[in-house]
């Protein structure tokens, strides 16, 4: 019989996990034979399953409680099981089987020696009956349960059945269960498990005894990760153990997974290699936004993004690591300290910096863009996918005042310099005749002076009023387009039939600035005027307003001679109505 040690010596390695193990049989000393086996190991994750309640890590509170019923004999006839994915809920729930019909005395239960914990272990006791309730759903799957609960255990003292993912059955395969739970037999215990515990009804909960699992702390998976790499002969850097920690976000199963895939790489895990993997970026980078964002630099942190996500950094981390430094930068600020954070001392030293020069308003509105943006991206309604970073970083910049410039300007008022009686077109009695009195306006120049009617020309106070419209309008059709116009754009100038529309920066401006997105945003903006229309769109720091040539004196009525210079029209009242398409006339 040759031991697994010399199969192995015998055979080729291709991997830490993999070997090609070569048996060669002869007759009368020439080979007769071949057989070759690849032989592969687990799974970390179901290696190191905890086989004990001392094992299961970050749920002490449950674990005593089942450990103290074991021991007064208080075991209920249903549990239910619940919280976030990878927490311990199904590892539990075969421990309290194995503990239930365990040979040894009860305080040492489990003991994983005697034949009916070796058989829980290896898959194959009869009494442990695993049912995956998200496809065996319906009515007939429990009503076979029901027929079958009342027989008593092969092996052991009770017959305990584990129902995963519960929270999937039907409700006529609730309602089928409700009265097992009810009334079970003595020797049946019912564990269900789930992670959405809502979605049980409430009869079925109040008939069980509930456990709430909880996410495991960061500071607990990095010791656990720390003793299976030991375990397996891997040197993994700190900070790599604390970037798979964070990562699992609480889930012990999905970290072992997470250092599974890293072994690939062979015996040294490093940092770099745990952030190619992932996709993720370095502290570095998010801390280099969060100063952008404290400093008002728009374009150092438009820059920044692209050339992170640029380099193959995954957009969602990236959108992940911003919101988790700038809670970090909340934290702090508030009073916190970085005790509640996992950071170095130079890394904690370089945030109260921050936190002091980063205003308070802009940071809780940064906190929740960036955090609207990864849940955006999570669910890919992104098709550029920095763009979401992108709208997140301009609308955190742009103070409550600049953001308000996209919103309809109010139309300005008539001049107050000079203020006569009659309305502003009205000429000055020369003395020393007696004043006459002033003819009406034309009905002219009232629709000159209000906003634009529909299909009338083009006025910016016009346009002004209806951008708001337009963006929402324009937000039904293109939410990232909209998104663009949101993000600090307005019309500053009407020329015939052009708006022109300042951009904060170069990178929004190329997001609209396509044939399609800016022939679809016309086309939106020319049925709330009521009037076609051109988009013109110009960077805020090059635009350069338009000197409009004097206007022309106006043509004296005919038969008389022209009005003489201390009739001509103020400076002011000629620049308002030139800008807004209006026409000033002197009535005599």
């Known amino acids: 019989m040759i031991s697994l040690v010399s199969l192995r010596s015998a055979g080729e390695r291709h991997d830490r996990d993999t070997w090609t193990i070569s048996l060669e049989y002869a007759g009368g000393g020439v080979p007769v034979g071949k057989v070759e086996w690849i032989v592969t190991t687990q799974a970390l994750y179901l290696k190191y399953r905890p086989q004990t309640f001392d094992e299961v890590v970050g749920q002490e509170p449950i674990t005593r409680t089942l450990r103290n019923a074991l021991r007064q004999g208080k075991l209920r006839h249903a549990y239910l099981f619940t919280g976030p994915r990878g927490t311990g809920k199904t590892t539990t729930a075969r421990l309290l089987a194995k503990a239930v019909n365990c040979l040894a005395p009860e305080e040492e239960r489990p003991c994983n020696a005697c034949s009916l914990c070796q058989a829980v272990n290896e898959g194959r006791l009869l009494d442990l009956i695993e049912i995956d309730a998200a496809s065996n759903r319906g009515i007939d799957e429990i009503r076979d349960i029901r027929e079958k609960v009342g027989f008593r255990p092969n092996e052991g003292r009770y017959k305990v059945y584990v129902l995963d993912e519960a929270h999937m059955l039907t409700e006529p395969a609730f309602n089928a269960l409700l009265k097992t739970l009810e009334e079970p037999p003595p020797h049946v215990i019912f564990c269900l498990v789930t992670t959405d515990p809502h979605k049980i009804p409430a009869t079925i909960t109040s008939r069980c005894q509930r456990f709430d699992f909880r996410r495991v702390s960061v500071e607990a998976i990095i010791g656990r990760l720390s003793y299976i790499a030991e375990q397996e002969g891997v040197t993994v850097e700190p900070a790599a153990l604390e970037l798979i920690a964070r990562q699992s976000t609480g889930a012990m199963r999905d970290a072992i997974s997470l250092l599974d895939q890293m072994t690939s790489y062979g015996d040294e895990i490093t940092l770099d290699q745990v952030q190619m993997v992932l996709g993720a970026v370095s502290g570095e980078a998010a801390g280099k936004l969060a ?190 387009t909209a998104a663009v116009f949101r993000s600090g754009c307005r019309p500053v100038e009407v020329v015939d039939d052009q708006v022109i529309v300042t951009v904060p920066s170069a990178i929004l401006r190329d997001k609209v600035d396509h044939p399609r997105r800016k022939a679809e945003a016309q086309e939106v903006l020319t049925q709330v005027l009521g009037a076609a229309c051109r988009l013109k769109l110009v960077l805020a720091a090059e635009y350069v307003p338009r000197q409009d040539p004097a206007p022309a004196p106006a043509a004296p009525p005919q038969g008389k001679a022209a009005a003489p210079d201390d009739e001509q029209v103020p400076d002011e009242i000629s620049r308002w109505a030139a800008e807004h398409g209006a026409q000033v006339r002197i009535i005599h």
Not at 359 to 386: M, S
Not at 410 to 426: E, F, G, H, M, T
């Open 291 to 480: 100063n952008c964002l404290a400093q008002g630099d728009m374009a150092g942190g438009l820059d920044l993004i692209n050339r992170t996500v640029g380099d193959g950094a995954d957009p969602r981390q990236f959108a992940r690591e911003v919101v988790e430094y700038l809670r970090g930068l909340l934290l702090v600020q508030q009073g916190a300290g970085t005790r509640l954070l996992h950071a170095t001392a130079e890394q904690a030293a370089e945030m109260e910096s921050l936190a002091q020069r980063m205003p308070t308003a802009r940071l809780l509105r940064a906190i929740r863009l960036f955090n609207e943006a990864a849940t955006d991206l999570r669910r890919g309604l992104q098709t550029i996918p920095q763009l979401a970073l992108e709208l997140a970083l301009a609308q955190s910049v742009l103070e409550k005042g600049q953001r308000a410039a996209a919103a309809p300007a109010p139309v300005p008022p008539a001049p107050s310099r000079p203020q006569p009686a009659p309305p502003p077109s009205a000429a000055r009695p020369a003395p020393p005749p007696e004043p006459r009195p002033t003819a009406e306006p034309p009905v002219g120049q009232v629709s000159n002076l209000s906003n634009i009617s529909e299909g009338g020309p083009l006025t910016l106070a016009g346009v002004q009023a209806r951008w708001s419209d337009f963006v929402e309008s324009l937000n039904t059709r293109n939410k990232q």
